[in-house]
DNA sequence: CCGCGGCTAGGCGAAACCCCTAGGAAATAT
DNA sequence: ATATTTCCTAGGGGTTTCGCCTAGCCGCGG
């Protein structure tokens, strides 16, 4: 339904067409291939398999071909790996067709859309960027003492313990903590320890 | 987008016509005492407000009026949480037209609509055969307000803005984490905030 | 009618948060 | 060799949240 949604979007505006709607990644590559679209519209909510590897593939087939991923996720985490990626944009689902639109045609003139509060949060990060070296976010700009901090703080431990099991002061893990704040680009509390979880999550196994 | 999309595929039919489109809650409930509708359709995205609440306002205003939900999640709680406030039907937005003009006719005819995989999980449950297998022990003890505020912290929002988003005071949204955290059996604040980031990834995979 | 669960919210002291500054040590640049 | 930067440390002071109280209101069910 929401394929069908977008193509009526998309029949509606009189210089765009829409040549194929895939229904799998597979498919989708086959078809990139025969028909040579100027744009792929990736839904990245796809369950089997992810929308990340559609779009790496669609990139290494047809370096130009743009994608733009519609999600239904507003998570910044999301539209930073879609760009790692190599894709051009990132748009939510529930956005409304007046916006995928202005994405749709932002993309198509060879510009990277996000919307304002992914671009503000992403942009610093990964502008620019073409080369997905680096795994994770700005981790590693983290001194070994942050580092530490964030570690426990993904594993659910209050400034208190922290301190405690660092031997030093709660100033001093206070400290540590708006730092790792601003090198990560996160506002509040609960966003550090959010990003912190993750984190100790994506690093440990199970 | 989503709902262009909806209203296209309900204007394909001959018998059926979507009388109004609301922007929030309170001009859905508006528009319901004015137009009474046959069948109102509910998306729970959770974006702004939610949508129990509205399923439980309009069961007050017109308890005879079907609620038919529409959610991007597929998770089996909001499928019970939604029959559990009142509505009669739960079905997911990439389900596909067909299914979901199966799940509005079927609502229409007065019955219940749920997936099979859903149907199968809530009536197992009911029935009294404990099955679980999935998810977090006792999140299922948690109100439909807890569980709310739970996601937001999930989502990484501060208390004030959990508040905020609610309408509610902050003291009131303290209570409900002291109560989440009994119930959960933790201890700590960042605990809390640690399974709540947890849980709502849970929901939502990557 | 009354109780009970759920949502609401205030009081209050302690803890955490946030922004500021700052010293000493080590690494790095000049 | 000296200067600068970086890192770890930590305090001051004001705001916010936490944690544990109590408590009113309402709808539902015995």
Same mark, same amino acid.
């Given at each position: 339904?929401?394929?069908?949604g977008? %193509? =009526?979007?998309?029949a509606?505006?009189?210089? /765009?067409?829409?040549?194929? !709607?895939?229904?799998? +990644?597979? $498919?989708? @590559?086959?078809a990139?291939?025969s ?25 290494? %087939? =047809?370096p ?5 991923? /519609?999600s239904?996720?507003? !998570?910044?985490l999301? +539209?930073? $790996?879609? @760009?790692?990626?190599g ?12 916006k ?24 610093g990060?990964l ?5 997905? +070296? ?7 700009l983290?001194t ?17 313990q922290?301190a405690?099991?660092l ?32 984190w ?7």
């Open positions: 339904m929401m394929r069908e977008l %193509r =009526q979007l998309i509606n505006e009189p210089d /765009l067409e829409v040549c194929y !709607e895939a229904e799998d +990644a597979p $498919r989708a @590559l086959a990139i291939d028909l040579r679209p100027d744009l792929a519209l990736v839904d990245i909510s796809l369950k089997e398999s992810n929308g990340l590897e559609l779009i790496k593939d669609i990139r290494i %087939r =047809q130009e071909l743009p994608a733009l991923v /519609l239904m996720h507003d !998570e910044s999301y +539209a930073e $790996r879609v @760009l790692r990626a894709g051009q944009g990132y748009v939510m689902k529930d956005e409304g067709g007046v995928i639109m202005a994405a749709i045609r932002q993309v198509l003139a060879g510009r990277i859309y996000l919307s304002e509060k992914m671009s503000d949060r992403v942009l990060k502008a620019g960027k073409h080369a997905p +070296a680096s795994t994770e976010p700005s981790v590693e983290l070994d003492r942050e580092f530490e901090v964030l570690q426990l703080i993904g594993r659910g431990s209050t400034t208190r922290i405690e099991k031997r030093v002061s709660v100033k001093t893990v206070e400290t540590h903590r708006v730092n790792i704040k601003q090198k990560l680009k996160l506002d509040t509390a609960p966003e550090l320890i959010r990003f912190a979880v993750r100790v999550e994506t690093q440990s196994p199970e």
